[in-house]
T-cell receptor
Framework: AAGVIQSPRHLIKEKRETATLKCYPI?????VYWYQQGPGQDPQFLIS???????DKGSIPDRFSAQQFSDYHSELNMSSLELGDSALYFC????????????FGEGSRLTVL | SQQGEEDPQALSIQEGENATMNCSYK?????LQWYRQNSGRGLVHLIL?????REKHSGRLRVTLDTSKKSSSLLITASRAADTASYFC???????????FGTGTRLQVFP
């Protein structure tokens, strides 16, 4: 069965650089979520999209932005990277809106040097 | 954590033993979910319990929910070495899409 696809799986950037993460949700899933997980931490909600519109926002820094495109894939753009941005970034999708089961991708590991 | 605490933070047991993990949360919820995460991998959904349910079973998993105490427990019976992972509870609330995760329990099952 198709799963959530994230790319790249690993990314190394310097401070103040920009990074873009991509997410391809499971077909027919209408809601996409982005989470950030620091080392040894729980996943922190960043932002979500329902039918290509932002539906909820969490602790996402102003330096980050995200969008969902007409083909339902989503991108998380991170600018002016800081050391503290080093983390695993997960994308998840759900079949129905409203906190049903989330299907997570394998994550993109960002390292900022 | 944005939502609450899980305890214990770490748990080590032998294969065949039962593992119990607890989760507390702070806000009103409409469901509570448990997820499993192998080191550095994505989270995998295990079970969902709605706020009007008190107990739910799925294979070797048993989840309870006490909304008056804002707490839940996950019991894994007859544990296996392959159950070694981190386990997170996550809560969903009305009028929001996001799940809020707890701090997680690292479970180690020794053969």
């Amino acid at each position: 069965a198709a799963g959530v696809i994230q790319s790249p799986r690993h990314l190394i950037k310097e401070k103040r650089e920009t990074a873009t993460l991509k997410c391809y949700p499971i077909p027919r899933h209408d809601t996409v979520y982005w989470y950030q997980q620091g080392p040894g931490q729980d996943p922190q909600f960043l932002i979500s999209f329902y039918e290509k519109m932002q539906s909820d926002k969490g602790s996402i820094p102003d330096r980050f932005s995200a969008q969902q495109f007409s083909d339902y894939h989503s991108e998380l753009n991170m600018s002016s990277l800081e050391l503290g941005d080093s983390a695993l970034y997960f994308c998840a999708s759900s079949l129905t809106r409203g906190t049903g089961e989330l299907f997570f991708g394998e994550g993109s590991r960002l390292t900022v040097l | 954590s944005q939502q609450g605490e899980e305890d214990p933070q770490a748990l080590s047991i032998q294969e065949g033993e039962n593992a119990t993990m607890n989760c507390s949360y702070k806000t009103s919820i409409n469901n509570l979910q448990w997820y499993r995460q192998n080191s550095g991998r994505g989270l995998v959904h295990l079970i969902l319990i709605r706020s009007n349910e008190r107990e739910k079973h799925s294979g070797r998993l048993r989840v309870t929910l006490d909304t008056s105490k804002k707490s839940s427990s996950l019991l894994i019976t007859a544990s296996r070495a392959a159950d070694t992972a981190s386990y997170f509870c996550a809560t969903g609330s009305h009028n929001t899409d996001k799940l809020i995760f707890g701090t997680g329990t690292r479970l180690q099952v020794f053969p």
